[in-house]
């Protein structure tokens, strides 16, 4: 895809190259011709409008393609990211979002500007001095001279620039994370009665961000304006070069003319590479970091043993990796035989029926799932949004059990795996579960239970200590 | 302030556009003024020009895009604190409804997109303007009959863009957006659902729909490429035909025509042509400002709740009593709570038991002023509720809740919080008193990081940072809010019996709020709430 691109791009450059001396051949002649108060040659009129047909069709063509090259390695891309295995230490889930998102769309610039641009800028350069090597050979000679001067102040500066860039890029994804923060915690600072003082410091971040980006600003800009001085400062050189040529007669009038036209495809192009670079590396440091993902894909499935028949309890202290180990058999090589409920409850925009059951629907296994999981208070048709919203901390809980409990029935499966089932949930509904746990494990399932609630085991519970 | 740097950018702008117009009308006037081979002192005034022009032009450009950048900034820390400050009025009980939380998480990109409208848009209309008029009157003056044909030319092309980007964007630039955020959200819900969306076998339907949005984003994508590439070839139209009309009409009129004017009436649209096109990506930036613009307003311009505006101008000294009679308080959502009726005086302590969804989160509400009464009455030492000043009756009353709020930075920065004028000492013996100074004096003490949004700390520890604060702050009504959710049971009552001695102690009432009957009987009176 990417390579048939850049063949397409390389076409559309020489095509648009040509084009350009068509054009400014076509306009210097006439002007010549007709300053000289001759009839101009009726052959221009095709080859202006040829060139500039030509011109409007490549531009529209160009646009119209690196915008479909872009949505079909975005869409490539997202498919491969999220197909990938997502319990991995290398990638935190926020991470993965903004890159399926925000930094794949950053790509747009990489393929439809700065890839465009960088071929044009390959090919058109070297054309333009030759052209004016076969037109005008001392011309050329400027050129050779000056051109070079672009990138060299574009490598000098960059490098002047780089580190005081990232450190600029830095404070402001502070300030981002500091106004995310501010505005979680906002009900802490109103306790405190420190929202003044907090929009203060807000105020501050603000203010200590533009003076840095400004001081960054006064580099970076500078580079610019020494690009767009050396650019100007060349076709002004040149163009005062072949005046004085012209008063001694040394040069015809149409050949300075087309070279007038012609000078600004020499510098031009080079550098507005560096603009759009800067544009589109946000785009590329998403796809290079997308392409390790893929390459680096982690499948780090130890193989656990899963729990025998009878209902077993985990405990242990904070931290001690009951959840990882319950994890590591929940998505282990058997996972199609476990039915798992994680510490979150985690549900789904949708009715609580549809939490509960997916698209499947058996009801008896769901009536048989409600039940266990002490679902008495819940209508089935509450509707929740994606935050659980809708449902108290408990009921929430108690739903996302039945959950685990109908994929155990429908499934007829032999383990279920429960992370902190009851942890929200009151007294009486709690002991109420646990038996119909027991109840479950008595029937020959492997029922296992992670769990800070003690009180709540029983002398005959087989006790694993993490 | 930044209204005058923003006037005196646009005006640097508007001279940078006119310098390029001026360096390429002096340089083919240079050439074709050479060609008639004068002497070279009718040239001089020409080199000097295109020499002063470059220059010129680009010192312009840099000093232009300096002043607009920091007057952009100026603005933007306005813009962040204004909305800081709206986000504060209505914090918490007006953030959760789910609208708001969805904006809240793109007021950050929306501040910054807003800033191309003065970054990007006004400079790019200004110079399209300056370079359009100021061709106008360089043509009128050499012949006015070109400057009419080429005020007709520009007059149909600056239509034709206009208009051709309003369609575009109606069609494209608010649909993308639109289609982005959904596939943001489908995507988060993918990420961060993954393993729940796994378990179930749900995850291909997820996919599905990720799949789906993102060919029709694709297709509105290619849409707005289409209307982009169209706005491109008709400014590149227009380019080619004012150097055709330019062309004749200095063809037919040659004979009046001084020779080395025919060079500038030809090129000039080349200039021009550089600002043109540059309003296409300048229409775009302003219709994605105005989107990001309008979605801010929204929040800011949305009114308060009344339920959520609650302060009176009474200054509130210690906690003596409290009295809930018959109080009712009703959520934006609409939803109504009853309260039970209790009481409570200074040291003494009750718990409000029940199950989850019966509302013993509002009464904590209440008595924060983050809710107001809506029914009957809540009597704080002897006056409504209602009639003290936030600031003077928070510095009173604390909440601890269920979800213990910790700020990014140090255990140190956390305490500062409470207590900005608390020495070393006071704040080791507090954090000794709930149980936190062992493990933070193994780190690195009252310098330990904890981590964003608390993510070093587990959930008990940050339940007892919580505490801390609360006990610094010498507030002499406490009320705890299912303290203890995450904190190890065992841990639990300990901690929590060492908490309301240390309050008794001090005199501080405390209302303990749970749905453990176990962690209720610490307090010296219960009060029992049912659901509706």
């Known amino acids: 895809m990417v390579r048939r691109w850049l063949v397409v791009l390389v076409g559309l450059g020489l095509v648009g190259s040509a084009a350009s001396v068509a054009l400014a051949f076509s306009i210097s002649n006439f002007i010549a011709e007709t300053a000289a108060g001759k009839v101009f040659s009726v052959s221009l009129v095709p080859l202006f409008l040829t060139g500039a047909a030509t011109k409007v069709a490549v531009s529209y063509f160009q646009e119209l393609y690196a915008t479909k090259v872009s949505v079909e390695v975005k869409m490539q891309l997202r498919k491969e990211l999220l197909a990938q295995e997502f319990v991995r230490g290398d990638v935190s889930p926020s991470e993965l979002v903004i890159l399926a998102t925000r930094g794949l769309d950053a790509l747009d610039a990489y393929f439809g500007k700065f890839l465009p641009q960088f071929v044009y800028a390959i090919l058109v350069t070297p054309i333009t001095v030759a052209v004016f090597f076969l037109v005008d050979p001392l011309s050329s000679i400027i050129l050779v001279f000056t051109i070079p001067l672009i990138p060299l102040f574009m490598v000098f500066i960059g490098r002047a620039t780089q580190a005081e860039q990232e450190r600029q890029f830095d404070s402001l994804t502070r300030l981002g994370k500091h106004f995310h923060e501010v505005v979680r915690g906002l009900a802490t600072l109103k306790l405190f009665n420190r929202t003044d003082y907090q929009s203060k410091v807000l105020g501050d971040v603000s203010e200590n961000l533009r003076a840095r980006t400004m001081k960054v600003l006064r580099i970076s800009f500078l580079s610019g304006f020494a690009l767009e001085l050396a650019a100007s400062l060349s076709v002004a050189l040149l163009a005062v070069t072949i005046g004085f040529r012209l008063l001694e007669g040394q040069i015809a009038f149409f050949v300075a003319m087309f070279l007038l036209m012609m000078a600004p495809d020499a510098y031009l192009p080079i550098r507005t590479i560096g603009a759009n670079y800067h544009a589109s590396s946000e785009g590329i440091a998403a796809a290079s970091r997308i392409l390790d993902l893929l390459e680096s894909n982690p499948s780090d499935a130890l193989p656990a043993r899963l729990p025998a028949a009878g209902f077993e309890v985990w405990i242990g202290p904070s931290g001690s990796g009951k959840t990882r180990k319950m994890e590591q058999l929940a998505f282990g090589p058997e996972m199609e035989a476990v039915a798992w409920m994680p510490q979150e409850a985690t549900l789904l925009a949708g009715s609580v029926r549809s939490n509960i059951v997916g698209d499947s629907l058996d009801s008896e296994s769901l009536g048989w799932a409600t039940r266990m999981a002490a679902l008495d208070d819940v209508s089935l048709e509450i509707e929740i949004d994606d935050y659980g919203r809708g449902l108290s901390g408990g009921q929430a809980q108690r739903v ?50 992670i769990t800070h609630q003690i009180e709540l085991i029983q002398p005959s519970d087989r006790v694993v200590n993490v | 302030m930044y209204k005058a740097r923003f006037v005196f950018g646009w005006f640097i702008s508007g001279l940078q556009s006119l310098s390029s117009l001026a360096l390429l009308a002096t340089s083919s006037w240079l050439l074709s003024r050479a060609a008639q081979q004068p002497s070279v002192m009718y040239l001089s005034i020409a080199v000097v020009g295109v020499r002063a022009f470059a220059l010129s032009k680009a010192f312009f450009r840099y000093s232009e895009r300096l002043v607009l950048h920091d007057a952009t900034f100026r603005k933007a820390t306005k813009l962040r604190v204004a909305i800081y400050e709206s986000l504060v009025k209505r914090a918490p009980i007006g953030l959760r409804d789910t609208k708001l939380g969805s904006l809240i998480s793109s007021l950050v990109d929306d501040v910054d997109e807003i800033q191309n409208l003065d970054l990007r848009y006004r400079p790019a209309l200004i110079q399209a303007v300056a370079t359009t008029l100021a061709t106008l009157i360089l043509f009128s003056w050499l012949t006015p009959n070109l400057a009419i044909w080429m005020a007709i030319c520009l007059v149909t092309v600056f239509a034709a863009t206009y208009s051709l980007s309003v369609v575009a964007a109606k069609k494209t630039t608010g649909g993308i957006s639109v289609r982005r955020n959904e596939m943001a959200v489908e995507v988060q819900r993918f990420v961060e659902k993954n393993r729940v969306l796994k378990t179930y076998g749900w995850n291909q339907r997820s996919s599905d729909r990720i799949e789906s949005s993102a060919v029709k984003l694709g297709e509105l994508e290619l849409d707005a490429a289409r209307f982009g590439g169209m706005l491109q070839s008709v400014l590149q139209l227009f380019l080619f035909g004012s150097v055709v009309v330019a062309a004749f009409i200095a063809h037919a009129s040659g004979a009046l025509l001084p020779p080395e004017q025919i060079a500038v009436l030809v090129l000039i649209p080349l200039a021009l042509f550089e600002y043109l096109m540059g309003l296409p990506a300048a229409l775009q930036a302003r219709k994605k400002a105005e989107i990001a613009a309008r979605r801010v307003e929204d929040l800011m311009q949305s009114e308060v709740p009344p339920h959520l505006q609650v302060s009176g101008s009474q200054e509130m000294a210690r906690f003596s009593e409290l009295q809930f009679i018959g109080a009712c308080a009703t959520y934006p959502s609409g939803r109504e709570v009853e309260l039970p009726d209790f009481e409570l005086r200074a040291g003494g302590s009750v718990s409000i038991v029940g199950p989850s969804g019966a509302g013993k989160s509002t009464i904590a509400n209440i008595l924060v002023q983050f809710l107001a009464v809506s029914n009957g009455i809540v009597l704080l030492n002897g006056k409504p509720i209602g009639d003290y000043e936030q600031a003077s009756l928070r510095s009173e009353v604390g909440l601890l809740t269920q979800n213990a709020e910790v700020l990014s930075g140090t255990i140190r920065a956390n305490l500062a919080l409470a207590a900005p004028d608390a020495t070393e000492e006071e704040f080791k013996k507090i954090l000794e008193l709930v149980h936190l100074w062992p493990m933070l004096d193994a780190r690195e003490g009252l310098d330990t990081e904890v981590g964003s949004a608390g993510s070093n700390l587990s959930g008990g520890e940050a339940q007892r940072l919580s505490m801390a604060r609360n006990l610094l702050a010498e507030k002499s009504l406490l009320i705890l809010d299912e303290p203890t959710s995450s904190v190890e049971p065992a841990l639990a009552k300990e901690l929590l019996s060492n908490l309301l001695n240390a309050a008794q102690e001090s005199g501080v009432a405390i209302i303990l709020i749970t749905h453990d009957s176990e962690i209720a009987v610490l307090a010296q009176e219960r009060v029992q709430v049912t659901t509706h």
């Open chain 1, 400 to 449: 996302s059990l039945a959950r685990a409990l109908y994929r155990l029935k429908s499934h007829s499966l032999g383990v279920l795996l429960l992370d902190e089932p009851t942890s929200s949930i009151d007294m009486e509904r709690s002991t109420a579960i646990w038996n119909n746990l027991r109840e479950i494990a008595g029937s020959g399932v492997a029922v296992s239970v």
